[in-house]
């Protein structure tokens, strides 16, 4: 079945503690992109990937990393987590853009 | 900068017909999305025009008007299932890359 697996769905952690959201897709897409997704804003993405080893930054990448060191994984990293990164996360890949995104179920991350 | 407007919340009855508008100023202008969103869930793909003029599928049919930066996603013959969010998203080229940005959504509710 065509999907994209995020990992984990819920997630409280502690100020600081680094973690890591995984994101596999096995469609052999090569656009990958995480956003989170806030009340009243929408979804905004953080960071995005058109190709392996090649990532730029989205409209709000202060405090994530990201890499892609291959095509169907794209991990989310935040170093140091703090509590305005509490949000809803999602994964998406598409076969290139602009097509069709498919989204992973999301992760919804708490920080306190 | 970019801008996406679509009205926050709409209501509508059980088997009628309801228009969900998104109006948009960006550059670099390429191609429209509409997601469905189910609450606490992953969007999933409605539509997506690029050409002015109308996209029908089924009950759902999307209108694009580029001149106007004007798009509508159509509703036809309700159901309380319809009952989520209705995301607008556009295609901005910047930078040598197809970029998605999305507006904050259209909570619908159905009642019978």
């Known amino acids: 079945e065509a999907q994209v697996t995020q990992n984990p769905r819920y997630l409280i952690t502690v100020t600081g503690k680094k973690l890591t959201v995984t994101c596999s897709q096995n469609m052999n897409h090569e656009y990958m992109s995480w956003y989170r997704q806030d009340p009243g804003l929408g979804l905004r993405q953080i960071y995005y990937?058109?190709?392996?080893?090649?990532?730029d930054k989205g409209d709000v990448p202060e405090g994530y990393k990201v890499s892609r060191k291959e095509k169907r994984n794209f991990p989310l990293i935040l170093e140091s987590p703090s509590p305005n990164q509490t949000s809803l996360y999602f994964c998406a890949s598409s076969l290139r853009s602009p097509t069709e995104a498919f989204f992973g179920q999301g992760t919804r991350l708490t920080v306190v | 900068g970019q801008n996406i407007d679509q009205p926050t919340e709409m209501t509508a009855t059980e088997g009628a017909i309801v228009q969900i508008n998104c109006t948009y100023q960006t550059s670099g202008f390429n191609g429209l999305f509409w997601y469905q969103q189910h609450a606490g869930e992953a969007p999933t793909f409605l539509s997506y025009n690029v050409l002015d003029g109308l996209e029908e599928k089924g009950r759902f049919s999307s209108f694009l008007s580029r001149s106007k930066g004007y798009s509508y996603l159509l509703l036809k013959e309700l159901q309380m299932k319809d009952s989520a969010s209705y995301l607008c998203a556009v295609v901005m080229f910047s930078g040598g890359y197809n970029k998605l940005i999305f507006g904050a959504g259209t909570r619908l509710a159905v009642h019978p």
């Open positions: 990937s058109m190709n392996v080893e090649v990532t």
